[in-house]
């Protein structure tokens, strides 16, 4: 599915720089952006200094408004290392430690087993952010923030997914959490502490929260986030997507966890005041960068740019440190993907993102990493699934299913992935307006069950498809065979439960 990508040296542009990976660098992302696996700003430094920088495609595709060194961007997770990094400084300061208890700071937090530490590994066992989903609900047009979180956790006295530490589970809730340790430890709001502590320092002056009305003003320019739908050559704003709705605007007002605007520039410098000792500690750092260990002495094992990684204090780290050791965090919100990689032992960094959701960018994040090690990289090809999508729209099940089969095999020029079947069922479900969009919806989330015949989610999705289209008991048996692959899809418990309650 994947081929190794022949360097070719192709002219740099109007940037010229000595260094001889630079050719190699522009081929590569002229080739991903030739494939369109790219749409947004690269910027690769070695020492501090830039070494590639590059900007791919439109800020705004309706006004055609490329996309320049000025384009700020959604960072999406990639926020996390600030809070981390704020945590790190008020320890410094003495203002708390790691391992206390959450509940020190907030007595009525419901899990007093809890501690800091827990929430920067991601292994306090504590629920995701869909805890609102009933909230939302209720106020469909309301904008939670962070002071709802402890609220709704209460409220919902939900038990914790496992003793914490026992494992690895990475959720958004951790990070709000710390948000509110930062507010409640230096007086200050988690934007005001941000912006004097971290982004100030560094000298980071086109750096935001998305949500801070007062910096709409800043020159920095924000690019409009479009989402590829997989059944057509259009792409269409995220904010108009009606299965974003929640995600863009009901849970858009958390802070710790993501919702911070930046520039490949800002960081950078953000990237070199860690570096200089400005924002904290090397001790800190380390500390940071250490992969956190469970309580069965075993390394937390997840997943970073597509290859195999642990997780420290806010970080991800390679395990590969053939290298170098290699840390950086990925970032991804409906309509935008970002990734930050950091070789710590060469000083290398590259900062990659995007405004259209190119799945590809954060392995691409490591593929820019191995150039600058002269290490081989590979590129996907064509997705199978974009063509058998529009090829269902424009020509109905049977050619679809036809062209499908004919391209498959292909596998040097085409990739066919079990997300892209998905995202396509649930784009035709919920984001295509035409005629008879709903069968074949089902027709494509059905064949992703017979390709992934032992994927949870896969299951998942077609049930969630047969209950909007009114096929309840078809939609209970596939939540069963979900929730019995996989009984951990909290999701897939509570809609079956609904469905049952009906």
């Known amino acids: 599915m994947k081929l190794i990508f022949l360097f070719l040296f192709l002219p740099i542009g109007t940037i010229a720089y000595a260094q001889t990976n630079t050719p190699k660098l522009d081929s590569f992302f002229n080739s991903l952006y030739a494939y369109g696996q790219i749409n947004g700003n690269v910027l690769v430094a070695e020492n501090g200094q830039p070494v590639y920088q590059k900007s791919f495609g439109y800020s705004n595709f309706k006004t055609r408004m490329p996309n320049n060194e000025y384009s700020g961007f959604s960072l999406a997770s990639v926020s996390k290392i600030f809070t981390s990094t704020a945590i790190l400084q008020l320890k410094e300061k003495g203002k708390l430690r790691l391992d206390d208890f959450v509940a020190k700071y907030f007595p009525d937090f419901p899990y007093p087993e809890i501690t800091i530490r827990h929430l920067l590994t991601h292994t306090s066992g504590l629920p995701e952010i869909e805890i609102f989903r009933q909230q939302v609900k209720e106020n469909p047009n309301k904008v939670f923030t962070n002071k709802d979180f402890l609220p709704t956790l209460k409220k919902i006295n939900q038990p914790l997914a496992f003793k914490p530490n026992d494992k690895y589970q990475y959720t958004n809730a951790n990070y709000i959490l710390l948000a509110l340790l930062v507010e409640k430890v230096s007086g200050l709001t988690f934007q005001e ?33 479009d989402y590829p739908f997989l059944f057509s050559t259009e792409l269409e704003n995220v904010d108009s997507v009606k299965r974003y709705r929640v995600r863009m605007l009901s849970l858009s007002g958390f ?125 996907s090809k064509q997705s199978l699934t974009k063509i058998y999508g529009s090829t269902l729209v424009e020509k109905g099940v049977d050619i679809a299913f036809i062209k499908f089969q004919e391209l498959k095999d292909d596998t040097s020029h085409y990739y066919l992935s079990e997300d892209d079947m998905n995202d396509l069922g649930l784009q035709l479900l919920y984001a295509a307006t035409f005629n008879g ?66």
């Open 193 to 225: 502490y941000l912006q004097k502590n971290i982004f100030s320092p560094a000298k980071m002056t086109s750096t935001y929260f998305q949500n801070d009305i007062t910096q709409m003003g800043n020159k920095n320019r924000v690019v409009d986030y």
């Open 255 to 379: 802070v710790g966890n993501g919702n911070i605007i930046s520039t490949t520039a800002d960081m950078l410098k953000f990237d070199q005041a860690l570096y200089t000792g400005k924002l904290i500690k090397q001790a800190s750092l380390n500390e940071a960068f250490a992969p956190n260990k469970l309580n069965n002495g075993q390394l937390t094992q997840t997943v970073f740019g597509g290859e195999k990684a642990s997780y420290g204090l806010g970080w991800f780290i390679a395990s590969d440190s053939s290298k170098g050791k290699i840390v950086g965090h990925t970032g991804g919100v409906p309509g935008a993907l970002s990734i930050l990689v950091r070789n710590i032992d060469k000083k290398q960094t590259v900062i990659l993102f995007d405004n259209t959701f190119n799945r590809s960018l954060h392995q691409n994040g490591l593929n820019a990493m191995n150039i600058l090690s002269n290490k081989p990289v590979s590129i």
């Open 437 to 502: 969009h709903s069968e074949l919806a089902l027709e494509v989330l059905k064949q992703n069950i017979l390709l992934f015949p032992n994927s949870f989610n896969s299951y998942d999705s077609y049930g969630e498809a047969l209950a909007k289209t009114g096929k309840k008991n078809e939609a209970i048996f596939m939540y069963r065979k979900s929730v019995k692959l996989n009984p951990d899809n909290e999701n897939g418990k509570n809609f079956l439960e609904e469905l049952l309650k009906k």
